[in-house]
């Protein structure tokens, strides 16, 4: 079983950027896909972005395409989530997470983190 645990939330101005790190332990990450989600308060958990095992493959939600970078270094089992051009809309709580097949559905995701906050002020 892999265990995985978000890091890097907090408050940030609109405009501005936040690094979000997901440590992995329990097993090597190498062959998972893995995945950033959200939650917005009082909305549902929606996809933002993955990558594949070989860290060469992304997909993005539309929300986010070019103002955020998901990596991976798999020697170091971590995941990383940089975020720029930061809006109040991206206020959430993030979700790191760990599945077998690359998806945009959390259903395909087998491990999820416990989540960090991120709130952007206008």
């Known amino acids: 079983q892999v265990q995985l645990a978000e890091s890097g939330g907090g408050l940030v101005q609109a405009g501005g950027s936040l690094r979000l790190s997901c440590a992995a332990s329990?097993?090597?990450?190498?062959?998972?896909?893995m995945g950033w989600f959200r939650q917005a308060p009082g909305k549902e958990r929606v996809f933002g972005t993955n990558?594949?095992?070989?860290?060469?493959?992304?997909e993005y939600a539309d929300s986010v395409k070019g103002r955020f970078t998901i990596s991976r270094d798999n020697a170091m089992n971590m995941v990383y989530l940089q975020m720029d051009s930061l809006k109040p809309e991206d206020t959430a709580t993030y979700y790191c997470?760990?599945?077998?097949?690359?998806?945009?559905?959390?259903?395909?995701?087998?491990?999820w983190g416990q989540g960090t906050q991120v709130s952007v002020s206008s």
């Open positions: 329990g097993r090597a990450i190498d062959d998972y896909v």
């Open positions: 997470a760990a599945g077998v097949v690359r998806s945009d559905s959390e259903g395909q995701f087998t491990h």
């Open positions: 990558i594949d095992w070989t860290g060469q493959n992304f």
